[in-house]
């Protein structure tokens, strides 16, 4: 149920250096008061009835399709180097499916100039989608508690006041798409390197008091899991984002811990910049990366500003030329800072909210609109769900069939279609049928009881006990009605004495 206040919605994907983690806790209490704002992680955003009943989304990772219901804003999750959607040349998705995404945003958050270019090449918006604000996790690196983070995220580490470096590389394996091959890193050690020998490094950190954290990419902390396993010593930790949650916090609460970054095509080095601290670069499959992902700005010897390495020697010596002259390429990162980031302190939040407040007051009567209309919306598809309900009660199977076609050819599959799907095909005496479609919809929307308490019921009918259960005590935990809740426990109390 909607209330009077204007409701937003942002979708918190992972801890490692999400904008809307840091946008929501700079959200001051006027904005709470006004504004109705939660933020929900995966798990809660999947399992929100109420999802839909938001008025703006705000997102990161374009986690949801724009909705013309909606206000949509992306924060994104950083300064594109490498090419992404039109410029990734192993992209799949088609043009304009890239397109409808990115023109139905109404706004598009933006560090700078050359990041509204440097995005639109990729995605193909309209400038008056951007608007140069900074990003929110930004103003975590001026925090002046990094450290303390650090100690309370890594309680193993007792900082010790030793130099800190993280090593943070871009990914070259996704869960997402594990076919695509991203780059030709030599995998023999983390690093890519073409020579690596563990009791050297350890004894280079040891005699530099030097603290290493290795902070992969969240698609690759399982695939490396033995690896950082094996490197983990007194002077090497690994940071993921399971001790980021443990501890409540984001990568960017613990990343201004940093004297140095180890990096290669991360984006995560420009707003490392902000700090004007060195950073070391290991492009060690340079020539494979730009053949088969791309980069979005060449030179990159020009674009990344600091000494490019490729063995472990020419590593340690960089760092110790680096501990006696810290200001070593300083003025090669203040050139690529100011053209990366137009603002260059920590208020880029403040600015975020006040743009979209002003973007909700300026439309604040459409937004109620879309609301109503959506609302009304609403109310004829259950009224339209309500006769095709008629029809199959009726027995007229054939043509509930036709009202669901073409229910769906202007409308999405919903709790409700799938479920009446199913039942058409148990109605059909043909129960596999009826259990793909109800656990299609469950895929879809598994807090939905009905299509739980459907499954439990065909799998009771055909005889798998232990599946019927399985189904309604799972339907149980996610029931909210009194009378389904009634149902589920007898049903369940009769299977009980049963079995």
């Known amino acids: 149920m909607t209330t009077d206040k204007i409701k937003i919605t942002m979708f918190h994907t992972s801890s490692s250096g999400s904008n809307n983690y840091y946008l929501y806790h700079a959200a001051n209490e006027e904005l709470r008061r006004k504004y109705e704002i939660e933020l929900l992680s995966p798990l809660e955003a999947r399992y929100n009835r109420n999802l839909n009943h938001s008025d703006v989304y705000i997102t990161t990772h374009g986690e949801h399709v724009p909705r013309n219901d909606k206000v949509n804003i992306e924060l994104w999750h950083g300064f594109p180097l490498k090419g992404m959607a039109k410029m990734d040349k192993q992209e799949e998705a088609s ?22 270019t440097a995005m639109n090449a990729c995605n193909g918006a309209r400038i008056h989608q951007y608007h140069i604000t900074g990003v929110p996790r930004n103003d975590a690196l001026f925090a002046g508690n990094s450290r303390d983070n650090l100690t309370k995220v890594l309680p193993q580490w007792k900082d010790a006041a030793e130099t800190v470096i993280f090593f943070m590389p871009t990914f070259r394996n996704s869960i997402i798409t594990p076919d695509k091959k991203e780059g030709g890193k030599n995998f023999s050690n983390l690093f890519g390197l073409s020579d690596f020998n563990k009791s050297q490094l350890l004894e280079f950190l040891q005699l530099n008091n030097i603290t290493l954290i290795i902070k992969l990419h969240p698609f690759e902390e399982n695939y490396f899991a033995n690896e950082l396993q094996e490197l983990s010593t007194q002077r090497i930790y ?18 201004g811990s940093a004297d140095m970054l180890l990096t290669d095509y991360s984006s995560v080095y420009i707003d490392y910049l902000l700090l004007d601290r060195p950073v070391i670069f290991l492009p060690t499959d340079l020539d494979d990366y730009r053949a088969n992902r791309g980069l979005l700005f ?4 020009f674009w990344t500003p600091g000494p490019k390495i490729d063995t472990q020697l020419e590593l340690q010596d960089t760092i110790a030329q680096y501990l006696e002259e810290p200001t070593w390429y300083s003025h090669d990162r203040k050139t690529i800072l100011n053209l990366t980031h137009k603002y260059q302190d920590q208020h880029s939040s403040i600015r975020i909210w006040e743009v979209i407040d002003r973007y909700i007051q300026e439309n604040n009567d459409e937004i109620y609109h879309r609301r109503e209309i959506s609302l009304q919306h609403r109310e004829l598809q259950q009224q339209i769900k309500h006769k095709i309900q008629e029809i199959i009660e009726q027995g007229h199977l054939a043509q509930a069939n036709e009202a669901i076609q073409q229910y769906l050819e202007s409308n999405s599959p919903d709790p409700d279609i799938f479920s009446m799907n199913g039942m058409l095909h148990l109605l059909n005496n043909d129960p596999q049928e009826a259990i793909k479609s109800f656990q299609a919809g469950h895929q ?4 939905d009881e009905d299509l739980l308490y459907n499954l439990g019921y065909v799998y009771e009918m055909i005889g798998d006990l232990k599946l019927a259960v399985q189904h309604y005590q799972e339907s149980l935990r996610q029931s909210s009605r009194p009378d389904m809740t009634a149902l589920l426990n007898d049903k369940l109390a009769s299977l009980n004495t049963t079995r």
């Open 95 to 116: 043009d304009e499916h890239i397109r409808n995404y990115w023109s139905n945003v109404d706004m598009i958050m933006s560090y700078s100039t050359l990041y509204n």
């Open 238 to 255: 690994t940071l993921n984002d399971k001790h980021l949650e443990k501890a409540g916090m984001d990568l960017y609460d613990v990343l």
């Open 298 to 301: 060449e030179p990159y010897d």
């Open 444 to 447: 879809h929307y598994p807090w």
